[in-house]
């Protein structure tokens, strides 16, 4: 006797295969062009990254593209367009165009897309043509962000079904957007503890029907405990009920892959935390990644994610730039290019970043005095004027992880906007604080945690903490001090004091005298700084000066009152010397080798080329 055929079906499971394709921190780079060089780039970039999202997805059935935030921000091109007026004239935003013409699904928001503040942030995403969810993100008064959206996606089952699949989809983004850029959102954000978000609203996406939850989490993978203001949270998260799969960021790093080897709960070969798929696709279009869900439904019940597999294809290094990507993106280009060659005066010697972590550096130091100056005039008539006013900088491009072309490199000759844009990568504007003796101590003391400790005595060892991010080795010009690695870093990265009786800070001085821990000064920094968890550990810190200038203006218009410069490079900081036979390694980049004869640089050794491309020195100590 036979059945009828529909009955019979019902009795079989369902299956499907679902494919998710993401990008994560393009951070403008969208064509293969280097604007702060001026010249064509090998690396990366979203036109690099098209035609492989193109092939993934002929591959598959079922298909969907993903991008995890801090797409806005991060080449003069960002910076361009961060002026309203600048889309209007060009009709859509640069990323939007692209990501338009690449065929998004829906993206969340990361931490610098908040860097230009509100308006900025709306009027590019005005011409979005995918949906966008940033679930612990608010703006109180303001207009509504979606937390998360439920993209109903018409499937094929492996039997040829169509089925309609409602894909949850959660945005979530590190909480210290509010502090970080806190001069720029003056107060109209708010945002939520990353777990908390997503104990809230997962139950309710549930509810609402969705047969899966991905939550597109602009964070990292860290700490297997949570905490409310936990920055890279994805352990924690991919714990949570009702989410099936994470997509991470904002690390820049692979995953799967062996950096992650050995975290509590999380399998680095598997691509699982938590035994739920996870990946983190690299940064600046390195990546694309492909991650396969094998969903299964039992008759009358609801879909469940069986098996996965997670890869990430590398965007090929010579390919052609995707046709589409070129076209939407062409004359924001053009603007950019003309924008970048812009001069802005002469500099007599060379700046760069090659040696920040070694040894007094000139960019630095410009940058430091532009702030100072400025700073010392919008605080004239102030209280504050009668203080002394110091100047914290630090260099953003120090190679690590975003590999050895990342340095700053301004040649001695004429000096144009890129080149600012090469000394001063992000739009922060000028702040200035008041802190105490003890609390500048601690600052620089925090900045040293980026130094391993040395055993003196010893050859070649590792100088550089590698989870330690160099743009937080801030140098404070005005004063002198010395650093002395045979000690242990006085606080952990995560801002603990070890001990009270740790130091690496060693005689330092303002104006030739001892400071004592309560005197007062006032420090101009920028207003990420202070936000930022490298100071968390001194408490407050009253600001005193807000000037909503971009320090690169500021260092712009420094550079103009001479037109040219000769940058110098005064006395700040140096190791404390140790036994001789001491002596460090540090890695840097290639252009490094035209400036092995600087004077004030220690009597480094180049030990050759790693795998990477670095140049590889023995400093001694
Ligand atoms: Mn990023
Ligand atoms: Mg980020």
Excluded at 17 to 42: G, K
Excluded at 412 to 418: D, F, N
Excluded at 502 to 510: G, K, N, Q, S
Excluded at 530 to 541: Q, R, V
């Amino acid at each position: 006797m036979t059945k009828s055929s529909s009955p019979e079906r019902r009795q079989t499971d369902d299956t499907l295969c679902l494919r998710i394709l993401q990008t994560t921190d393009l951070h403008m780079r969208l064509l293969s062009y280097d604007y702060f060089a001026d010249r064509p780039s090998p690396h990366g970039g979203l036109a690099r990254l098209a035609p492989l999202i193109e092939h993934a997805r002929r591959e598959a059935a079922n298909c969907l593209l993903l991008d995890n935030g801090d797409f806005l921000q991060g080449t003069p091109m960002g910076d361009l367009f961060a002026d309203p007026a600048m889309i209007d004239s060009a009709g859509i935003h640069p990323v939007i165009a692209a990501m338009n013409a690449v065929g998004y699904d829906a993206a969340t928001l990361g931490n610098h897309e908040f860097n230009y503040g509100l308006p900025a942030l709306d009027r590019a995403l005005r011409d979005a043509a995918f949906a966008i969810v940033a679930g612990n993100i608010s703006r109180p008064g303001g207009p509504t962000m979606k937390s998360w959206a439920i993209l109903p996606l018409r499937v094929t089952d492996t039997a040829g079904h169509a089925h309609t699949l409602r894909i949850g989809l959660i945005g979530l983004a590190p909480p210290q957007i509010t502090a970080w850029d806190r001069s720029a959102l003056n107060g109209a954000v708010r945002t939520q503890g990353i777990c908390d978000a997503a104990h809230a609203h997962v139950p309710a996406m549930r509810a609402q029907g969705a047969d899966l939850v991905i939550a597109l989490a602009h964070t990292g993978i860290g700490a297997a405990q949570d905490r409310p203001d936990l920055e890279n949270a994805a352990v924690p998260l991919a714990a949570i009920d009702g989410i099936d799969a994470v997509l991470c960021g904002h690390q820049h790093l692979t995953f799967p892959g062996p950096r992650f080897h050995g975290l509590a709960h999380v399998d680095a070969a598997a691509a699982t935390i938590h035994g739920k798929p996870a990946m983190m696709p690299g940064s600046w279009g390195s990546h694309l990644g492909v991650m396969d869900l094998m969903l299964r439904r039992r008759a009358g019940d609801s879909w469940r994610v069986g098996d996965h597999a997670v890869a990430l294809r590398p965007a090929p290094d010579s390919a052609a730039d995707d046709p589409g990507v070129q076209r939407a993106v062409s004359s924001a280009h053009t603007a950019t290019l003309s924008h970048i060659r812009q001069r802005v005066g002469h500099t007599t010697r060379p700046l760069h970043s090659y040696f920040t972590l070694i040894a007094d550096d000139a960019a630095v130091q410009l940058v430091a005095e532009a702030k100072r100056t400025r700073a010392a005039e919008l605080l004239r008539d102030t209280p504050h004027a009668g203080l002394p006013l110091l100047a914290a900088a630090a260099s953003f491009k120090t190679g690590g992880q975003n590999g050895p072309d990342f340095y700053s490199d301004v040649p001695a000759g004429p000096l144009s906007r890129r080149n600012l844009a090469d000394l001063y990568l992000f739009p922060n504007t000028l702040q200035a604080i008041e802190v105490t003796g003890a609390q500048l101590r601690d600052w620089l003391e925090r900045a040293a945690g980026i130094f391993r400790q040395i055993t003196p005595g010893h050859p070649d060892q590792s100088l550089r903490e590698p989870d330690f991010p160099a743009y937080n080795f801030d140098v404070i010009c005005g004063l002198r001090y010395r650093i002395d690695l045979s000690q242990p870093a006085r606080f952990a990265q995560d801002g603990t004091l070890r001990d009270q009786d740790i130091h690496r800070i060693a005689d330092l001085t303002f104006d030739g005298r001892a400071i004592s821990p309560d005197e007062r000064v006032v420090v101009a920094t920028s207003s990420y700084r202070i936000g930022s968890s490298l100071l968390a550990p001194l408490g407050a810190l009253p600001i005193v000066l807000d000037s909503r200038e971009p320090v690169r203006d500021v260092l712009r218009r420094h550079i103009a009152r001479t037109d040219t410069i000769t940058p110098s490079c005064r006395a700040v900081w140096r190791f404390a010397p140790m036994p001789p036979g001491t002596s460090a390694i540090l890695d840097t980049g290639p252009g490094a080798a035209s400036y092995l004869d600087q004077p004030g640089l220690p009597a480094v050794e180049p030990l050759g080329r790693t795998p990477q491309g670095f140049i590889r020195l023995r400093v001694p100590l």
